[in-house]
């Protein structure tokens, strides 16, 4: 009766089991995000279908049937069009982009002097990438060096002066007009935005009253008119012998749309601020001007970072508008290459419209991913 | 004047003047009012400045100003326009076409767009991992195209390599797709066909009552009815059996196959299927992300909630999840709505005649710019301006009723 009942106790722990075979692996992966359900397994089969009457036809036009080489329109017509392609297939033909690359790239600008815009992209590529990395040093001087320094070099560079030759604007096109039109927007519609979304939220009535007229007038408008606007009536507010380059006019158009829009990005940023901040700052015997540019400006922009690029990847597809002005940027010259009768067969068309769309694609989607990047980079945590 | 101006005050009299009073520099109120008065001045400058040019440019070009143009014979033809108008009808009346064109592209852009945003939104939301991922493919892809480009791809690159007329494509229904647009049967009307129109919308306004006296019915006593149902016999089921009662009193033209051309039938032209196709697309890749954000905002709460009082799923949607979603969706979608109405300007690309188009030939035969962009701001910012107070009306209306 005394003895002492020893409860069964562990002293260690059990080793632990493999997983049951269902609950991992590839079979447990299918099972949970492709047949979970009836309507799951249905959707599945139906996506799969889909897929399979789509991207055999896709990799079929981009690569098996499609033409690699050749120098005329014969390698990509079909036998009854007069080439060589057998009838009924349909391929890519990208001997035209192959041929009418480099004027893709930048217009009709004389070959000759092409070493010009080259020298200019790879100073932009070199001064940008450092701006880019969050741990290079010296981004002051990087951002002068990009913002304001490489403008002025590139300028001259490209129309001519020192001894270069001139080199007219009608004869730039290519992504080179649309990065430059794309670049010179972005900086100069930032702190016109900035500048314009201050004026919104100030307390003096009539800076408050004409920064919201811009805004909303511009914000109100489609681009095509804001740009029909900079070539036909800007000449027209000039005095007797003045003359606009007609691609200044259209980067004043384009400036202008998005610094509209970057406004109201930025001052939703603003209004996220917390009263104290602008309240600290007063105590603390700042002005204005060293409260925006030290304390509010800082972290509003850092808030509203995903809609900056937003703005500025908005603004790179708007560049395309300019070619209904009469200017070749990369949409307006392939459309232009188009009509080189040299060319002409029922696939070169969809094979321009891809590369542009492809080069248009690249640029974009590696902003939004950047911008991605820094919101997370930048997100101290601070946020509640 | 609130605190953030006592705060400069206070800040202003760190340097009193040797009488104790603030110095008129460093007063906030004086330095405000002279910096308006500057801006006013500067501004009023510019635009005196402009405004002389502009009169001196005027007539040294011999344009004379006012909309009087607008009386004037228009001369050039536009390929498609909803009401009648020759190239004698005057500048107003093609104005007027082409601001109906824009009108129907932005309708027709809009309804299509949503449609395909509501669904590859809620196909990104998907457990199934596939459909999600091609949701998500569809959204990446058409989000960083140019639309302009989108729409030089429908009409370059597939509209305008379709067969000629005469070896058109044959579809069921006798539709026929060629490179001068999309041919179908044209609905002729015969008589009775307006009393089904008429049914139709009796239609319409029993179901408004019988749902009013249903939500009334379910609050006092709480017996449901079976609205759904009802609204569906109402709307779609009286007009068909009308229809069908008075022996389908509508005949079709088809359009017939000559020897060059298709005769008779309605035609669209590829430039509106191109305009159309482009903005939906491309404007449901945006619709689709806000679908998905508002409805990833409800709080995860809400559904367990309505799991917890015993929802089933479809109700959960239907009543929790979906009326909370659409307060957040709603604003941005609107905005959507507007830039698809503003992105129809892209007319102009494949000739096309909207309103921009038209305006745009306007000016390329009078020179009339000035008026000619006025006009263009006003119907823009008419069209905005409207948009907006909706939007005000909606939101009071939607917005949660706090304490």
């Keep these: 009766m005394m003895a002492v009942i020893k409860p069964y106790v562990r002293s260690e722990m059990a080793p632990a089991m493999p997983a049951p075979s269902t609950a991992v692996g590839v079979a447990h992966w299918v099972r949970q995000n492709l047949l979970a359900t009836p309507k799951d397994v249905i959707m599945t089969i139906v996506a799969i279908a889909a897929l399979a009457y789509v991207l055999p036809g896709l990799l079929d036009w981009l690569l098996f049937n499609a033409t690699w080489t050749g120098s005329d329109r014969t390698a990509c017509a079909t036998v009854s069009a007069g080439g060589v392609v057998p009838d009924g297939q349909a391929g890519a033909c990208w001997p035209f982009v192959q041929a009418k690359f480099e004027q893709f790239i930048f217009g009709r600008y004389p070959i000759e002097e092409r070493w010009r815009p080259i020298l200019v992209g790879l100073l932009f590529v070199v001064l940008l990438i450092p701006m880019l990395i969050p741990k290079a040093p010296y981004k002051g001087w990087n951002a002068l060096a990009l913002f304001i320094v490489l403008p002025l070099i590139s300028f001259f560079l490209l ?42 939220r100030s307390n003096m009535p009539v800076i408050k009253m004409l920064c919201v007229l811009f805004i909303e007038v511009i914000r109100g408008i489609p681009l095509i008119t804001v740009l029909f606007f900079a070539s036909v009536m800007l000449p027209l507010f000039l005095p007797d012998g003045w003359t606009f380059d007609k691609l200044l006019r259209a980067l004043i158009g384009v400036s202008l749309f998005s610094s509209a829009y970057m406004a109201e990005v930025i001052r939703g940023g603003l209004q996220a601020i917390p009263k104290g901040q602008f309240e600290g700052a007063d105590s603390l015997g700042l002005s204005y001007w060293q409260k925006m540019r ?91 | 004047m609130g605190k953030k101006s006592m705060a400069d005050h206070a800040l202003g009299s760190v340097k009193p003047s040797s009488s104790g009073k603030v110095s008129l520099i460093y007063d906030p109120r004086a330095r405000g009012i002279f910096y308006q008065v500057l801006t006013v001045f500067l501004v009023a400058l510019f635009v005196f400045m402009v405004t002389q040019n502009t009169i001196h440019n005027l007539q040294k070009a011999n344009i004379a100003s006012g909309f009087g143009f607008l009386e004037g014979r228009a001369g050039f033809d536009i390929g498609q326009s909803l009401i009648e108008y020759s190239s004698d009808s005057t500048y107003a009346d093609a104005l007027l076409v082409g601001l109906l064109n824009t009108v129907q592209v932005a309708i027709a852009g809009v309804i299509t767009a949503s449609i395909i945003g509501f669904i590859i939104g809620l196909g990104r939301l998907s457990q199934n991992w596939l459909i999600a991922k091609i949701c998500q493919v569809y959204v990446e892809i058409f989000r960083n195209i140019p639309p302009l480009l989108v729409i030089f791809f429908w009409y370059k690159g597939v509209l305008s390599i379709l067969p000629n007329a005469k070896d058109s494509l044959e579809l069921p229904f006798g539709m026929y797709l060629n490179n001068r647009g999309f041919a179908f049967p044209k609905i002729i009307p015969e008589s009775g066909f307006g009393i089904a129109v008429a049914a139709f919308i ?20 709480g017996q449901q009815f079976p609205i759904g149902w009802t609204r569906l016999g109402l709307i779609l089921g009286l007009p068909i059996l009308v229809f069908v009662v008075l022996g389908a009193p509508v005949s079709f033209e088809y359009p017939e196959l000559g020897r060059f051309n298709l005769r008779g039938g309605s035609n669209i032209g590829p430039e509106f299927i191109s305009l159309y196709l482009a903005l939906s697309f491309y404007t449901a890749s945006f619709i689709a992300e806000i679908v998905r954000g508002g409805i990833k905002a409800v709080p995860k709460g809400q559904t367990e909630a309505a ?5 089933r799923a479809g109700l959960t949607n239907r009543l929790v999840i979906i009326p909370q979603a659409l307060r957040i969706i709603i604003p941005p979608l609107t905005s959507q709505y507007l830039n698809l109405t503003k992105n129809s300007s892209l007319a102009v690309a494949v000739g096309f005649s909207d309103v921009v188009a038209v305006g745009g030939t306007m000016l390329n035969q009078t020179g009339q710019a000035v008026e000619i962009v006025a006009i263009w701001l006003v119907i823009y910012l008419s069209i905005s301006v409207s948009t907006a107070l909706f939007m005000n009306w909606f939101n009071a209306k939607m917005a949660l009723v706090e304490r």
């Design chain 2, 307 to 311: 799991n917890a009082l015993g929802f």
């Design chain 1, 294 to 384: 030290l304390i509010i400006l800082p972290q509003a922009i850092k808030l509203v970072i995903p809609g900056i690029v937003n703005t500025f990847i908005g603004l790179f597809k708007d560049t395309s508008l300019v070619s209904i002005i009469g200017m070749f940027d990369l949409l307006g010259i392939v459309t232009l290459n188009l009509s080189d009768s040299n060319w002409a067969t029922a696939q070169t068309p969809i094979t321009g419209f891809f590369f542009a769309g492809l080069i248009f694609w690249i640029f974009c989607f590696g902003m939004s991913r950047y911008s991605q990047f820094m919101e997370r980079h930048l997100d101290t945590g601070h946020r509640s």
């Design chain 1, 159 to 200: 129309t001519g002066g020192f001894g270069l030759e001139h080199v007219e604007t009608p004869l730039w096109g290519g992504l080179m007009v649309t990065l430059i039109l794309s670049f010179f927007g972005i900086t100069v519609s930032l702190p016109i935005g900035i500048i314009l979304a201050l004026g919104r």
């Design chain 2, 202 to 221: 009796i239609g319409i306004v029993a179901s408004v009552i019988v749902s009013r006296w249903a939500r009334q019915r379910q609050m006092q006593t």
